[in-house]
């Protein structure tokens, strides 16, 4: 393995967990049965998504593709962020958060 394909692998695993942190923090701002809620879901499910096929990328060893999906899981976690879907406390360091 060349020193890239290390670091690449690397930044990867980092990220896997800080993804895994963010998830945990996560918590669905409205009741389920709202409309607020099933959007909630909806973004759960692309979340995690996402998040499996990175992690199905990282045991192949693609760690491009890899990194390409835990950035598109993170993209739906900072946008629920943002539109207030998800409630994920006041951690700037795991989310993008308006103020």
Avoid: C, Q
């Amino acid at each position: 393995m060349t020193a890239d394909s290390e670091e690449l692998k690397s930044r990867v695993e980092k990220y896997i967990g800080i993804e895994e942190d963010a998830i945990s923090k996560l918590r669905t701002a409205s009741p389920g049965n709202s409309f607020a809620g099933r959007i909630a879901a909806n973004f759960m499910e692309m979340i995690t998504s996402y998040y499996s096929d990175a992690k199905h990328f990282y045991d192949r060893g693609d760690y491009i593709n890899a990194f390409a999906a835990l950035n598109y899981s993170y993209g739906w976690i900072d946008s629920g962020i943002r539109l207030g879907i998800f409630d994920g406390g006041d951690d700037h360091r795991l989310f993008t958060l308006l103020e």
